[in-house]
């Protein structure tokens, strides 16, 4: 990985967690914060972080892995519930 990629993730990481701590006092949603911290330190603020490329990146990674899997549920039945169904 290199130097300037993991410079730029470390801003990143820094900033959201000063802007949330902040938004979370004001008593403001998470991804307000979040918005707020791209736009302070993208290319149209601050400019902390030029290399839009390596940001855009991790975005999707991060999509990725917040989705939910498509694997089935681990005990049972289609609605997840492990109790056998009462039969009359």
Do not use: C, W
């Given at each position: 990985?290199?130097?300037?990629v ?27 914060g ?5 736009v302070?330190?993208?290319p149209g603020?601050?400019?902390l972080?030029?290399?839009t ?22 005990c ?6 492990s109790s056998?169904?009462?039969?009359r």
């Open positions: 990985m290199d130097l300037f993991l410079q730029e993730l470390v801003i990143v990481l820094a900033a959201s967690v000063l802007i949330i701590y902040l938004s979370h006092k004001l008593k403001l949603p998470s991804v307000v979040f918005l707020l911290t791209g302070l330190i993208g603020g601050l400019s972080v030029k290399n490329q390596t940001v855009g990146i991790l975005a999707e990674i991060g999509d990725v892995s917040s989705r939910p899997s498509s694997r089935k549920p681990a049972g039945g289609p609605r997840g519930s056998p169904s009462p039969t």
